[in-house]
């Protein structure tokens, strides 16, 4: 499985743009990249997902570099309810199975 | 329309003994997954059922057992329970679908079974 690098925690002011980096070098053409977060003590919630091109949704805006290695996830206003660990994962389809992993995460910490 | 169910929601288990956390889902959705989160750290996948009839390791399957009994239900044992299995427990299922262009594969979680062996 290709594997991601997301910082250990980043911390953000309310109102402003949550930026949170996540860097998939090894990725490779046909593997996806999705971003789950969890609030506390809940079942992860899907946020967005992407392939080559830059997506929005009503949640996030995800950017992802040209050459595919890594991508940015974007809270446009972040508010205190964005308090959470950020996942970013590369999502293979393999034929005979779909394994998927999960890192640490990012906790963000949406500030007043 | 209720998602992934799981029970039960809190269990207390002493060493050595044995249990079976159950899951379901009504989405309809080929793939399932089990796995732990252990206090402060990420999600690490014990075991996952790409569809119905096949089980693979994941992560860190030492001490579970996995049954897909069914499309709907994916069934985690714990043969002999260790302190170390203390964690919370998160079922998931998910299929793939073609939007246009960009093809999805969204997990659904549950709410997890907080466990803990003593």
């Known amino acids: 499985d290709a594997k991601t690098t997301q910082p250990t925690s980043m911390d953000c002011a309310e109102g402003r743009a949550a930026n949170l980096p996540c860097n998939h070098s090894t990725i490779s053409g046909n593997e996806y990249v999705y971003w789950y977060r969890q609030i506390h003590s809940q079942g992860p919630q899907y946020i967005i997902h992407g392939l080559k091109n830059n997506e929005t949704n009503e949640m996030a805006s995800l950017i992802i570099t040209e050459d595919r290695k890594s991508s940015t996830l974007i809270l446009p206003h972040a508010t205190l309810r964005d308090t959470a660990v950020y996942y970013c994962i590369v999502r293979e389809r393999q034929t005979s199975y779909d394994k998927v992993i999960f890192g640490p995460g990012t906790s963000l910490s949406v500030i007043p | 329309n209720a998602g992934v169910t799981q029970t039960p929601k809190f269990q207390v288990l002493k060493t050595g003994q044995s249990m079976t956390l159950q899951c379901a889902q009504d989405m309809n959705h080929n793939s399932m997954y089990w796995y732990r989160q252990d206090p402060g750290m990420g999600l690490r996948l014990i075991y996952y059922?790409?569809?119905?009839?096949?089980?693979d390791k994941g992560e860190v399957p030492n001490g579970y057992n996995v049954s897909r009994l069914n499309k709907r239900e994916f069934s985690l044992r714990l043969e002999s329970a260790a302190p170390s299995q203390t964690s919370v427990y998160f079922c998931?299922?998910?299929?793939?679908?073609?939007?246009?262009?960009?093809?999805?594969?969204?997990?659904?979680f549950g709410a997890g079974t907080r466990l803990s062996v003593l």
């Open positions: 059922s790409a569809s119905e009839g096949t089980t």
């Open positions: 998931a299922s998910s299929d793939w679908i073609t939007d246009g262009v960009l093809a999805k594969n969204i997990q659904y």
